[in-house]
């Protein structure tokens, strides 16, 4: 299997990460001042806001005086004979009576560790992130208004989501593979919030399910567009619209099936941005015009909150869905 890093965080305030796989690098979009971002703000975000019941009631410099256990790998590194049994029996303990435990002595070298903490952080810094930010939240907003005046109807049902929508930035990293046929990138999926806008290098990966079967999409970085009399060099992004949408719309406007391959000889970066609901009690639903006789309702209304609560079951109480309720 390629080593590959799939970021997923959902950029609540300040960027909660939520992992998939292993991760490279998080980037959540600075809507929240943190000691080493640029931009700081005296008030959060209304569209971060949680009701008052769902707010954190332990801060952030409060800690818990807890024997949290402590594996030190020193003995095991150095040879001691018994190490390992001891270090077994430890975390034998800490698994069935903590679910958790510290490691010391670990054998990775701290320069790595702290080049891994900073290295992002100076990403966060440039202005050009910010820029970026900005830019793509108003290319969604653009498209927002697009789709909706295409598909003829009152825009005031879907501004309560698009207003309100956050993002959602990540970075996918596709390491060369050896055996690419083997394996694959990014397994198939839609993309759950409203918009997703994706930027790849110029490196063939992304595929959609289209007419029956899997297409590749040619990146087209560096294409040219004949604007007036000037061709322009311009950068290519592809926009889907994603699974809210295909609610919001009774799936007139559904992202598509799609997955990404690796290859044997080049690395392969993609970023998306995806733009999020985060009003946790606003209900989604088909606009009204958009079900009929011919169109009945596809979907059942959720709140965004619903929603992630459905996620999170899946992605991190997965055991609960396979708990036997009779046990
Ligand atoms: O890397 C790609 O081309 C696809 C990325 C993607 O589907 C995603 O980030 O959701
Ligand atoms: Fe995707």
Redesign the pocket.
Known sequence: MPDIHRPRLHSNAGGAITCEHSSLQNFSEPEMATPWSTVQFSTVSEKFVLPEHQRPTVKHDEYRDLDIPVIDLAPYFEGQRAALQTIIAQVKDSCSNWKFFHVVNHGVDEARLSRIEHQPQQFFKLDSYNEYTSKMQELSELFFHIIITGLGVDSTHFERITKNAGGLF?W?YYPPCPEPHKTI??KP?T?FNLL?I?H?SNVG??QIWLEGKWSGIRPRCQSSLKLQHETIKCSWVQITVTIHGGLLTNARCEGPL?R?VVNATVPRI?H?RTSTCHVPTTVIVAHPALVNENNPSKYIPFTFDAYMKAKQMQLFNTLELFTRKDS
Do not use: Y
């Open positions: 990540r996918n990138g990014l999926h993309d997703t994706l790849t990966g992304l799609h990404a993609s998306s």
